[in-house]
T-cell receptor
């Protein structure tokens, strides 16, 4: 049973270019979330996809967009890259279960990440 | 907007000593999660706390959720070198999940 996989592992781009990162969720998971983690910081939530639609979004500009496919895999696209976009991009998959307390149990499994460097 | 603060930023202990990291949210949380990230690795889910005042234990790790559901702590008893890494809390509120900046733990053998 494969865990969460991401590709590529590393990527170098120049300012103004566009990039696409890919994620395959853990088997049985239907929800994919994307995070940006700058060096020495905690992950920052970008957005979450469920049933091929963006369900939640963090405080990121429209340059960041995504997609989820029928097989639950997902892509993160970033346009007009800036130097500040250099970071580790993490994908996390989950299968959200609503507990008795009506609070969703959301154990996220993170992939190894894609290290993006913008020059 | 919601902010999640985590302290301390760094903690260096001698093997066998205890360790605690604290997490505080500016807003009431629906739940809080804890993750561990080893150097060069990715975050690994440890636990989710939901109820006010909840306490959960995993071997040497004890997790607490405050009565007001705005703060949480992770306590490790008798640290081992395998505990090395950065511990993150992540608070969920109004469908928004915010990670703290993490506490980086180093353990001297």
């Amino acid at each position: 049973d494969a865990g969460v996989t991401q590709s590529p592992t590393h990527l170098i781009k120049t300012r103004g270019q566009q990039v696409t990162l890919r994620c395959s969720p853990k088997s049985g998971h239907d929800t994919v979330s994307w995070y940006q983690q700058a060096l020495g910081q905690g992950p920052q939530f970008i957005f979450q996809y469920y049933e091929e639609e963006e369900r939640q979004r963090g405080n990121f500009p429209d340059r960041f967009s995504g997609h989820q496919f029928p097989n639950y895999s997902s892509e993160l696209n970033v346009n007009a890259l800036l130097l500040g976009d250099s970071a580790l991009y993490l994908c996390a998959s989950s299968l959200v279960v609503v507990l008795d307390s009506a609070v969703p149990y959301n154990e996220q499994f993170f992939g190894p990440g894609t290290r993006l460097t913008v020059l | 907007g919601q902010q999640v603060m985590q302290i301390p930023q760094y903690q260096h202990v001698q093997e066998g000593e205890d360790f605690t990291t604290y997490c505080n949210s500016s807003t009431t949380l629906s739940n809080i999660q804890w993750y561990k990230q080893r150097p060069g690795g990715h975050p690994v889910f440890l636990i989710q706390l939901v109820k006010s005042g909840e306490v959960k234990k995993q071997k040497r790790l004890t997790f607490q959720f405050g009565e007001a559901k705005k703060n949480s702590s992770l306590h490790i008893t008798a640290t081992q070198t395998t505990d090395v890494g950065t511990y993150f809390c992540a608070g969920a509120s109004n469908n928004d999940m915010r990670f703290g900046a993490g506490t980086r733990l180093t353990v001297k053998p």
